[in-house]
């Protein structure tokens, strides 16, 4: 493993040492010795990825590398290539968007020797995109059996070879099938070329397929006894090479996962079971020996008969007879007639080993079609494809099986020449795109030399001999090999020898044995052998075997090289329909060991992958191009003049789109019908100006749902809590058509009350509230009710300590929601409620009450799946707390009296052991809230509804501030009401009594009530026309610290930003500022602000600057030091509640300046006693 700190450093930051360059486009001199030390570099650091451009290089570490993680997958989504390092899962990634993007299928085209590590990065590039793509439960099933299926493949078609311990030994094409969405919903296996003969023989040092020693250690004692398996060493198969264990590989635990796989993928248990039978079949059928007898061959121990013939289900004597002799038909004109032929020693064991690699064949194939069937889909959309195949092969003795592997490589080479070299070159010629031709050797004349028909190539002639051979034995292969010094030992890339013959690959020279060619290329199955089968007993073997043998045959019989030679080009032609990427594997050594570097093997691989050409074609070339409609459709959302759609030249409107965004005229060029853009950078600006368009108006449409939801969810709540009261209690004017605000508080900004709460806690109602004691005493209380608790909090002074005599915050009680026994109120308009708990009770004023209730009857629900009882009386009994003090420490009750008074203002009239409150009628109790729309409601009641009669107070210090997170409504959506017109009165200190309020005290204070709603209630729609019009023809209010207009609560509309407005409010902010302390204010004084440029100030609030900044408040302190306050008024806001020109020019926001600490000036008297009268009066509005 790699060093986990280095890797940490890495790759979570930018600004480290890099090794080498990421992308070899970059180098500053391109050969082969240069690329080779740029990799050898990063190798030796475990950076094993490098890039060329788009094409990804990458070397084989040998060991575990510690960034496949899930935090790699986070970082590369939806990042683009260059924002981090070279990676896998950035091309991956790549491929996926570009399918989204485009709606084009994509394919991924990993190439290399074998050991380079291919197949290890086919499964990196299906995990990632499993990951990153959604879906439900269907999606997650494919996804599962994509995953899945890489562990069941790799056990029955991957082996450990000399030069790869997990040799992929077969092709593999893997579709992954999405949704237009971008869900995997389907996938398709194209398998080919598997390598059978490794069933039956193999390079001493090699192993079998893996699936033959995961059954051997695996299995459980009863398969073993059920299946005859024994040790490894048993079984001819696998004890010819002498190698059965390999150091990185656990064959008991991947049989496990085998089986699991299976699972996985929908095969029965009896499937399952059949499936282990046959291996086990294959391994005893192996052991089956023959001796001469005569000149015929004879089984030499008939006791190895008896398993394998128990396990295929298959008669004894029958399976004797058909190793030893097969049927030979013959015609003369119109007669046929069969002859059984005995067979000698040596074809008795070539029909032995083709049962035997029949057998494991087509149960692979097997394993392939139960793959499809889970993940069938009965229409394509949009795939990737992923291709795994043998790597490029050069062995000491190449046979049959290297002549096919490396057919199919050059193949593929072939693809990657085709279109990243020569087509490339040829699109900058046809679209008139300066360009400076680069050299390349194209292996299209190997490619025909091996497949040609016209002249025959190699496998033409391989077929015409093996159409003509009627015998196993050498003289068929030496007739090849005349045939192919006859008719193409000319070819400049071909060459022969006495034993086979010498191709000129692109990745070297080949020498490959004829011996047993074109035995291998006749891949003939006996019909004997298929008979055999279809006689078995079990039904999953004769389905395996669906031969018509009585239909008359036609033709050739297919070889196994046309087959692969079909394939191969079937392969090319799916590959040239999608849109390809690139991996180029290297193998850095022999010894499969990190760290181990052999110079002279990495730079032949850096040679015949043409990698040095790769880079001069890059450098020179152009990164990105599209066809001008496709390139105008992406990216047409960056002007107004170009969407939804350009309606002119397509070459004009993609210039105009290059130019919106500032592209250098150096870093693009126009062709005929496509534009191509030189860096990856330039796109990623394009994009990324894309993104931010997107990005905008998904907000817009998020605000947009979020707000209808916030309404509509608004209206059944207020709904809701009317109905608790309806019919049972009078309403309040004022507070019928509220708006439910929740936080009163600003929880957010309080942290000397969040310490009371559980961590991460939500609120559903905070506000200050009063709370009497048994002496009837009211005491300010801070009341919070959470989805589990109702918590009140008050304030003491500190007795002792350091932190002797200052105020700090008590939690009085706690209780939880499911202990509350009853709430207790009266019939009339007042705002007190009893909460009734099982030790005492607490008698609370609640302006908002309705709120409260509501809330607090939802959480109860929730809790005890029982309705809240609600008492209604006009006599109400309180259960007092027991205290262990003084002459009343008993508990005993007390009694609330309400009666029928005057005015919406309660008197309360306290004697020794009960309490009268008298407050006039309210409403009819049958009233119900309005439903008009959202802001027709917050308009009309910020201008017809009294002030409440106990308003909520701010906390102390400071102004109340709300957030998004506060409302109780929604847990998950932002609201957007209004916040309503309620009085803010000045603070008190904390846990001050409040003085009872006696009737000759409410008439000595009637004239300051009269005055604060003579300001707050308009003008009649009357008399508000002609006193406005008076008004602004009147000149401004002469005095020091008047602004120009009408008095309080007279003003003329929005804020005017022309020059002169400007200079009468500087010349009225100068008077502002030599106002005395205490002189009498005639209207409304602009609060005087600290700071310095006025003519900046107001450049600023002439733009951008309407909702930001921070201004004096009552208390001295700036309001960025106070809270949020002015980000959350609105002139609309403003102008429903009545207020317009001054008022709106008072508590428009400049921008930030410094406190009064910090030099700023403390505000009037006069400036105080104003914001003091005219902010209780002013609405709130949420931010949105």
């Not at 198969?237 to 796989?261: C, H, R, W």
């Not at 020996?289 to 008896?306: D, I, Q």
């Not at 007993?537 to 075997?545: D, H, N, P, V, Y």
Request: charged share 25%; aromatic share 8%; proline share 5%.
């Amino acid at each position: 493993m790699g060093s986990r700190g280095h890797y940490r450093y890495h790759w979570q930051s930018h600004n480290v040492k890099h090794s080498g360059v990421d992308d070899m486009v970059l180098l500053s001199k391109i050969s082969e010795d240069g690329i080779v030390d740029n990799l050898k570099k990063r190798y030796m650091d475990d950076y094993i990825f490098t890039y060329i451009g788009p094409v990804l290089i990458s070397v084989n570490p040998f060991k575990q590398m510690p960034y496949f993680g899930e935090r790699e997958i986070e970082m590369y989504q939806g990042a683009a290539q260059y924002e981090n390092p070279p990676h896998i899962y950035a091309l991956a990634d790549n491929m996926y968007r570009n399918m989204m993007i485009d709606r084009e299928n994509q394919c991924v085209i990993i190439s290399g020797e074998s050991g380079a590590g291919k197949t290890v990065a086919a499964k990196y590039i299906m995990g990632y995109i499993s990951k990153v793509s959604g879906g439900g439960p269907r999606v997650q099933h494919v996804k599962d059996i994509i995953l899945q299926s890489n562990p069941l493949l790799e056990a029955f078609g991957n082996a450990k070879t000399l030069r790869n311990n997990n040799s992929s030994r077969f092709g593999k094409y893997f579709e992954i099938q999405f949704s237009s969405g971008g869900e995997p919903d389907g996938g398709k296996i194209s398998n080919f070329l598997l390598e059978k003969s490794r069933v039956v023989t193999r390079n001493p040092g090699e192993r079998s397929f893996h699936i033959f020693y995961q059954l051997i250690e695996g299995a459980s004692g009863e398969q073993k006894k059920s299946l005859g398996i024994t040790s490894l060493d048993y079984y001819s198969y696998l004890n010819q090479s002498g190698s059965y264990k390999v150091d990185d590989i656990n064959d008991k635990s991947e049989f496990l996962e085998t089986v699991q796989a299976m699972d996985v993928i929908g095969i029965s248990a009896d499937d399952r079971s059949m499936v282990l039978q046959i291996v086990a079949g294959v391994l005893h059928v192996g052991n089956i020996t023959f001796r001469e007898s005569g000149n015929y061959a004879a089984v030499e121990s008939e006791e190895f008969l008896a398993f394998p013939a128990f396990l295929l289900g298959i008669d004894q004597d029958r399976l004797k007879e058909k190793l030893t002799s097969r049927k030979m038909d013959s015609k003369w004109g119109n007669t046929k007639e069969s002859i059984d032929v005995t067979l000698n020693v040596e074809q008795a064991c070539y029909t032995r080993d083709a049962l035997s690699k029949a057998l494991h064949s087509r149960v692979f194939d097997y394993l392939v079609e139960s793959i499809n069937r889970a993940m069938v889909k009965d229409h394509q959309e949009l795939n990737i494809g992923v291709l795994d195949i043998y790597g490029f092969e050069i062995f000491q003795k190449n046979g049959f099986e290297q002549f096919c592997i490396n057919f199919v490589n050059e193949k593929l080479q072939q693809i990657f020449i085709e279109l990243t070299l020569k087509a490339e070159q040829e699109e900058y010629v046809q679209e008139g795109i300066k360009w400076t031709p680069i050299d390349y050797f194209n292996n299209k004349i190997v490619c025909d030399l091996i497949e040609s028909k016209s002249p025959p190539g190699i496998m033409c002639i391989l077929d015409d001999v093996c159409a003509t051979m009627h015998a196993v034995g050498e003289g068929a292969d030496q007739t090849m090999l005349q045939k192919l010094r006859m008719q193409i030992n000319t070819h400049e890339h071909f060459n022969s020898w006495n034993q086979g013959f010498i191709i000129h690959h692109y990745a070297g020279k080949v020498s490959y044995d004829a011996d047993g060619f074109c035995e291998r290329n006749r891949d003939v199955l006996f019909t004997d052998l298929i008979e055999l089968m279809q006689s078995s007993e079990i039904s999953f073997i004769r389905a395996l075997f669906p031969e018509n043998l009585n239909a008359e045959k036609k033709g050739r019989p297919t070889t196994a090289g046309s087959k692969i030679k079909k394939q191969a080009n079937d392969l090319v032609s799916t590959l040239m329909k999608c849109t390809p990427h690139y991996i180029r594997c290297i193998k850095p050594n022999e010894t499969k060991k990190p760290k181990d570097w052999e110079e002279s093997r990495v730079k032949h691989q850096v040679e015949y992958l043409g990698l040095k050409e790769n880079i001069r074609v890059r450098r020179a070339g152009y990164a990105y191009r599209r066809v001008f409609r496709k390139f105008l459709n992406r990216y047409a959302i960056l002007t107004k003049e170009s969407w939804p759609t350009w309606r002119g030249d397509e070459k004009q409107g993609v210039l105009h789109l290059l130019r919106s965004v500032n592209m250098d005229q150096d870093q693009f060029q126009l062709g005929k019908t496509k534009i191509f853009i030189k860096a990856p950078e330039s796109l990623f600006l394009l994009e990324e100006t894309r993104e931010r368009k997107f990005d905008g108006y998904a907000r817009t449409i998020q605000k947009a749902w979020r707000k209808y939801m916030a309404r509509k969810k608004y209206v059944q709540m207020r709904e809701e809590a009317s109905d608790l009261l309806l019919n049972r209690k009078d309403r309040r004017r004022h507070s019928l058509n509220r708006n439910f605000i929740g936080d009163y508080l600003g929880m957010d900004d309080r942290p000397e009350l969040r310490q009371f709460l559980a961590k991460r806690e939500k609120i559903d109602f905070a506000d200050k509230v009063t709370k009497y004691d048994r002496r009837f005493k009211g005491i300010k209380r801070d009341l919070i009710l959470t989805p589990k608790s109702v918590y009140l909090i008050g304030r003491e002074k500190v007795k002792q300590g350091p932190e002797k005599g200052q105020v700090t915050e008590v939690l009085k009680r706690k209780i939880d929601v499911e202990k509350i026994l009853a709430l207790s109120l009266s019939t009339l308009q007042d705002d007190f409620i009893i909460l009734h708990e099982q030790e005492y009770d607490s008698l609370l004023e609640c302006i908002f009450k309705t709120e409260f209730i509501s809330l607090l009857a939802r959480r109860f629900e929730e809790k005890t799946q029982r309705k809240l009882p609600l008492k209604f009386n006009n006599t109400l009994e309180m259960k007092l707390k027991k205290e262990n003090w003084g002459f009343m420490s008993g508990g005993g009750s007390r009694q609330v009296l309400f009666v029928q008074g005057q005015g919406d203002v309660a008197v309360l009239k306290p004697s020794s052991k009960s309490l009268q409150v008298s407050i006039g009628p309210g409403l009819p109790k049958n009233t119900r809230p309005t439903r008009k729309g959202f802001s027709q409601s917050r308009s009309n009641m910020s201008r017809n509804h009294h002030v409440p009669s106990r308003a909520a107070p701010g906390p102390p210090g400071r102004r109340v501030g709300f957030s998004a997170a506060s409302l109780s409504f929604t847990s998950s959506i932002k609201p957007f009401p209004a916040f309503p017109p309620c009085s803010r009165p000045s603070e008190r200190r904390p846990e001050e009594h409040q003085p009872h309020r006696q009737p000759e005290e409410l008439a000595a204070s009637q004239p300051e009530a009269s005055a604060l709603r003579q300001l707050h209630t308009p003008v009649s729609a009357q008399q508000h026309q002609p006193v406005a019009a008076a008004r602004r023809r009147q000149p401004a209010a002469a005095g020091p610290g008047l602004p120009e207009g009408p008095g309080p609560g007279r003003c003329r509309g929005p804020p005017t930003f022309s020059p002169q407005a400007s200079t009468r409010r500087r010349t009225a902010e100068a008077g502002a500022q030599t106002q005395t302390p205490g002189a009498a204010v005639q209207g409304p004084v602009r609060v005087r602000r600290s700071g310095h440029g006025r003519a900046q100030l107001q450049h600023r609030r002439r733009h951008r600057h309407h909702q930001r900044g921070c201004f004096r408040m009552v208390d001295g302190t700036t309001s960025r030091e106070a809270g949020t306050l002015p980000q959350q008024l609105r002139h609309q806001d403003l102008e429903a509640a009545g207020c317009q020109g001054d008022a709106m020019r008072l508590l428009r926001p400049p921008t930030p300046l410094a406190p009064a600490s910090e030099g700023g000036a403390e505000p009037t008297f006069g400036e105080r006693k104003h914001c003091e009268t005219l902010l209780p009066l002013l609405p709130y509005s949420h931010p949105t």
